[in-house]
């Protein structure tokens, strides 16, 4: 059971906030449901009966959050060559509800868009896990949308010169990065 003002995760939706939680009567049957307010003003009802079994969880916490931007910066794991199996096991990590999973969609998807670009159902699943990705950050973090991007793009592009890049010297790349205090430092 959840509460209003909980901060929760709703697979292929995103992090959001409980707003309230009401009684509806929906084709002649009351039920009591959620209402979370989701990024974008978007506004969801769950029932409150299915919520668990649908996925709704609590976000993360603040280690956990490091451990997902760990995954950012690791080399991508390995995707199977036809686009139809690999959008099918992406898809599969996302509606697992797994941060840790939809953070190696977002990787990997990534990597792939750099090297040789991506088919129009693969940047439209890229652009909704890297929603998902950011939503919940922002939300165990503590931040904006727009420093959790900007976080999420250095370590992607990071990594992928670190691991991708033959023209590089490893040894030279600075892993630079805004910490969510606001201070300066480096990640190594």
Request: glycine share 6%; no cysteine.
């Amino acid at each position: 059971m959840f509460n209003v003002g909980d901060k929760i995760v709703y697979p292929m939706h995103g992090a959001g906030v409980i707003d309230s939680i009401e009684e509806k009567d929906i084709l002649g049957k009351k039920q009591s449901y959620y209402i979370l307010k989701m990024p974008g003003e978007v506004k969801v009802m769950v029932p409150t009966a299915k919520a668990e079994e649908v996925g709704v969880r609590n976000i993360i916490d603040k280690s956990s959050a490091e451990k997902v931007i760990g995954i950012l910066e690791k080399d991508e794991t390995e995707m199977d060559k036809n686009w139809n199996k690999r959008y099918r096991d992406n898809m599969d990590k996302m509606k697992s509800g797994d941060i840790y999973e939809v953070a190696d969609v977002v990787r990997n998807l990534s990597f792939k868009q750099k090297e040789k670009g991506l088919s129009t159902g693969e940047k439209k699943m890229l652009n909704n896990a890297r929603q998902i990705l950011v939503s919940e950050l922002v939300l165990a973090e503590h931040s904006t949308q727009e420093e959790v991007e900007q976080l999420v793009d250095n370590k992607i592009n990071t990594s992928f010169m670190m691991f991708r890049s033959e023209d590089v010297n490893k040894e030279s790349v600075v892993n630079k990065f805004i910490p969510f205090d606001g201070t300066t430092g480096t990640n190594n």
